[in-house]
């Protein structure tokens, strides 16, 4: 049985220990010989007194509170949590890989540069790119280096009267952030009836003042954004850029290129499109791409190959800088590369027909139930909303996820897009059996029958949880983000 | 399947792209592979990384710290590692537990009120923290000693940009931020200053006078100490630090060629809803029992959007985990040891190079486990030398520091040996 876990602290006790050092070697003199007393810590921090055992209980213990994709479905929309293969954990371990100092001499980790600079031919050909950074830690991240490529690039024109960044009101929560971020104004383009981008407000709405436009293809309602085209000539006729947010890479591998469809920068989710895992928030990584014009703003340094050794290059002079520090989140990039060469691109293009296929087939089984906002086929992902469910019985989309908890799967995303009322959007991956997909179909079906038969069952979930509903309005009013000793 | 959609093919679910813009062809990356061939692959790759097997005495902000057979473990765990961001409470209780506990460790070790789940690394963490700083007290110039690590300052000159702040650099004096030279950039427009202690040079700062001006100044101080050092250092808190940053690469993870690394951020209470990234909180369910939550999330960009602290979403969890399970390891005596340690050794190798013929301490600064060599000849061919013998010899500090082209810089953690550190000692007066 699922039992809570104290915290570490309060299993610590005085005196025990976990932890072992090498032997000194060297002379010991007292710690006041090399520092300033006034310096040194008089108190010392209260961190837990556990031994190894209590240690690894406790880890494993807590552990089992979690839902993974290694436990069961996760159909979290645009997050694209897809399983991931052991061997890019096994890989990413290698001591050649894990062991190596960002400053080591060149000459002793050219297997580390030659696999990122083979893992920036990748992104390029994927992407349909000119050149790739794999710097940024994040998605997010790789969208501010965006926005800041965006805005170098004008700068050097002395286009300085571009000043906003225009964001579909579909669009991730980062894009206006790193916008903002990044020094722009967000002006924000409304949806079409076919939930892509309203072109004629679009037409509106660009002038001389935009820098570019952030989109998501597919979007985050899952559509594929058919005008596209269109996008492509009214931002760039207006002297803009087309920003990619990789995101929903996940739908078009092999099938469509960023940089076909006349986006000037992107970045790809490598957490996401390839599997690497999410590692329960992080680390991710969020290579940028641009094309060529946009090369001269790239984040320092890249790697190059001078056909006998790779080494890294810093000779960029009006680059942006750096987003981080070194070259980007190197092990999460192993990961994705031991991918990329384990499918290959034949199974990289059977990805995204797998995932699409899924997408669609659970879409299909659920709609006698669920409301579909926008009768189209979809990509990767779709947006439903409950509203007949609503309407008659009360119950919300957060009651329905909530019940799904009781059925061992993690829900979609909740109320995301905006654009659509109680929204709920799915994305299945293409990692996942029909068994997998019928059972959540069957789950939600039957979640909805029953909220005709029991609301309140709905409103009380989740039941057999090992924790229920949590007051997080309480959480937020009166803060606790710590432990302290003397509350104990 | 493709009937109960209602299509003939997978290809008519693609119908809507416009024709022009279809891939046609293959994709120019290398075919499949099974898995054994990519682990072989991957470890030939892997070998010719021979600075895996070398002695190791570069620091400069990454660090060759020992990582615990029990942080393997926990992270290996996949219930942690296949997990999402912990947006659903009921069954994410292990990956918010966890980071409550981080949250309270880190505010052990820097003497803060309050601690994020974590950041990209530490340089995007003091990046962040000057926006903090500036939207508080609505000044629009942060200063940046020139002590602190090249990389953080670019870092943050990137991010200052976009917020149309001014960063600008504090000089150095004897391998510490100048006094006369702060005092002189004081002003009431600046709202921050960043400092790293101990240094990117290795010393220690002259932390009470500098705190000193800049609060007389009205100004925030900012911290970015070393983890590790903290178990022996008073907290920066003590000296009147505000917000402490750091890089957790230290606190259990690997040196990874650069990354994934961990930003520390922290802060006194009254910066606490202004902090970016995510928080996790203590609350009760429905059933009377206690439980953790994301919390204060309309800080966040998923709720506010373009008003939002941050832009950030997918951190560096994992890599907290990581510190979390590594300072339950090391607990309340390890760190204070483990710290004693590094400072011991390292001052038994820079007394050796000291009196190495031709070879000098830059300064007489105290330092912690990282100080900088004056060389007899370049330190690039010092490190290019001792390549040669497997080692791995330091920092050439002429890289960011044209002013100190003579000098290297040498870093100590527990792994290395006594034997070691007399190879290097060995190595060095070899080429004077």
């Known amino acids: 049985m699922m039992r809570l876990e104290p915290l570490i602290f309060e299993v610590s006790s005085p005196g025990r220990k976990a932890y072992s050092l090498p032997e000194l070697e060297v002379p010991d003199k007292p710690v006041e010989s090399f520092l300033p007393k006034k310096e040194l810590r008089t108190t010392a921090p209260e961190l837990p007194e556990v031994s190894e055992v209590d240690l690894v209980r406790h880890f494993t213990r807590l552990s089992q ?143 001389e003042t935009v820098a570019g436009l952030m989109l998501t293809n597919p979007n985050t309602l899952g559509l594929f954004d058919e005008n596209i085209e269109k996008i492509d000539k009214i931002v760039h006729a207006k002297g803009g850029l087309l920003y990619y947010d990789g995101a929903n890479a996940n739908g078009i591998l092999g099938i469509c290129r960023p940089g076909d469809m006349g986006f000037d920068v992107m970045h790809f989710n490598l957490h996401k499109t390839f599997s690497t895992p999410h590692g329960g928030g992080g680390p991710g990584s969020g290579p940028v791409g641009v094309k060529k014009r946009l090369s001269p703003f790239l984040p320092v340094p890249t790697v190059k190959f001078d056909g006998k050794k790779y080494h890294l290059d810093y000779d960029r002079p009006q680059s942006i800088g750096q987003m981080k520090s070194f070259y980007g989140n190197f092990l999460v990039i192993v990961k994705a590369y031991a991918y990329i060469r384990s499918i290959g691109p034949d199974g990289l293009r059977k990805v995204s027909e797998d995932a699409v296929l899924n997408a669609n087939y659970v879409l299909r089984r659920i709609t006698e139930y669920y409301d579909l906002p926008y009768d189209r086929h979809y990509k990767h992902e779709f947006v439903v909303s409950p509203q007949r469910i609503k309407r008659d019985t009360g119950c919300h989309t957060m009651d329905i996820s909530k019940r799904l908890l009781d059925y061992g799967v993690h829900p979609p995303t909740n109320y995301f897009p905006m654009i659509v009322d109680e929204a709920i959007m799915v994305e299945p991956t293409e990692t996942e059996s029909k068994e997998t997909l019928d059972f959540f179909a069957d789950a939600m079906i039957e979640i909805a029958k029953e909220a005709y038969r029991d609301p309140q069952s709905l409103h009380d979930a989740p039941h057999n949880t090992v924790v229920g509903r949590l007051d997080e309005a309480g959480a937020a009013k009166n803060p606790r983000v710590r432990w302290r000793k003397e509350s104990q | 399947m493709l009937k109960a959609i209602g299509v003939a093919s997978i290809e008519d679910l693609f119908s809507d792209i416009p024709p022009a813009l279809r891939f046609k062809g293959q994709l120019d990356v290398p075919e499949a592979m099974s898995e054994w061939e990519i682990l072989k692959l991957m470890k030939e790759l892997a070998c010719k990384d021979d600075a895996a097997r070398y002695t190791n005495f570069i620091g400069a902000g990454a660090y060759d710290h020992y990582v615990p057979s029990v942080v393997h473990y926990v992270l290996a765990r996949s219930e942690f590692y296949t997990a999402y961001t912990p947006y659903q409470p009921e069954v994410s209780q292990a990956v918010l537990q966890s980071i409550f506990e981080y949250q309270t460790m880190i505010c052990e070790l820097t003497g803060m009120d309050a601690g994020n789940a974590s950041m990209y690394d530490g340089p995007s963490a003091v990046a962040e923290s000057v926006t903090i700083a500036s939207g508080l007290t609505r000044r629009k110039k942060a200063l940046v000693s020139r002590t602190v690590h090249p990389e953080t300052r670019v870092v943050t000159r990137t991010y200052a940009a976009g917020h149309e702040i001014d960063a600008l650099e504090v000089p150095m004096e004897n391998g510490v931020t100048s006094l006369s030279g702060l005092e002189k950039m004081l002003s009431q427009d600046v709202a921050c200053l960043v400092i790293q202690e101990p240094n990117f040079l290795g010393n220690i700062e002259p932390v009470d006078e500098i705190s000193e001006k800049v609060r007389a100044a009205g100004a925030t101080l900012i911290v970015q100490a070393n983890p590790i050092s903290l178990g022996l250092l008073r907290t920066p808190a003590e000296y009147g630090a505000e917000i402490v940053v750091g890089e957790g690469q230290v606190l259990g993870n690997p040196m ?177």
């Open chain 2, 256 to 432: 990874g060629f650069g990354g994934p690394y961990l930003g520390v951020l922290a802060v006194k209470d009254k910066y606490l809803r202004r902090m970016p990234g995510r928080l996790v909180g203590m609350t009760n369910d429905n059933r009377g029992q206690r439980g953790f939550v994301l919390t204060l999330q309309t800080r966040e960009q998923h709720i506010r959007r373009e008003k939002a602290t941050s832009n950030i979403c997918s951190n560096e969890a994992l890599n907290a985990l990581a510190a979390t399970v590594y300072l339950s390891w090391l607990g309340k005596q390890g760190v204070k040891d483990l710290a004693g340690q590094c400072l011991k050794k390292a001052h038994y190798l820079a007394d050796g190079i000291s009196h190495l013929k031709g070879y000098s301490l830059a300064w007489k600064t105290p330092f912690f486990n990282e100080f900088a060599v004056k060389c007899p000849l370049e330190p690039e061919k010092v490190v290019k030398s001792l390549v040669g013998k497997k080692i791995l010899a330091g920092y050439p500090l002429g890289r960011a520091y044209p002013e100190l082209k003579d000098c290297l810089l040498v870093a100590v953690t527990e792994k290395r040996t006594k034997k070691e550190m007399d190879e290097l000692l060995e190595g060095l007066e070899g080429l004077a």
């Open chain 1, 65 to 207: 509170l979690n839902h993974g994709v290694d436990i069961g479905f996760y159909p979290l929309g645009s997050c694209t949590m897809k399983y991931s293969p052991k061997i890019n954990e096994e890989v990413a371990n290698l001591p050649g890989f894990a062991d190596i100092h960002p400053y080591a001499p060149e000459e002793t980790v050219q297997g580390a540069l030659q696999l990122m600079y083979e893992m920036q031919e990748y992104m390029c050909e994927i992407g349909g790119m000119d050149e790739f950074s794999l710097q940024p830690a994040a998605g997010a991240h790789g969208e501010l280096t965006g926005i800041n490529i965006i805005h170098a690039y004008h700068r050097a024109r002395h286009d300085d009267k571009r000043t906003k960044i225009l964001i579909p009101d579909a669009a991730h929560g980062t894009n206006p952030a790193s916008t903002v971020l990044g020094g722009f104004q967000t002006v924000t383009v409304p949806s079409d009836s076919r939930g892509g981008v309203d072109i004629a407000a679009l037409e509106r709405i660009t002038d």
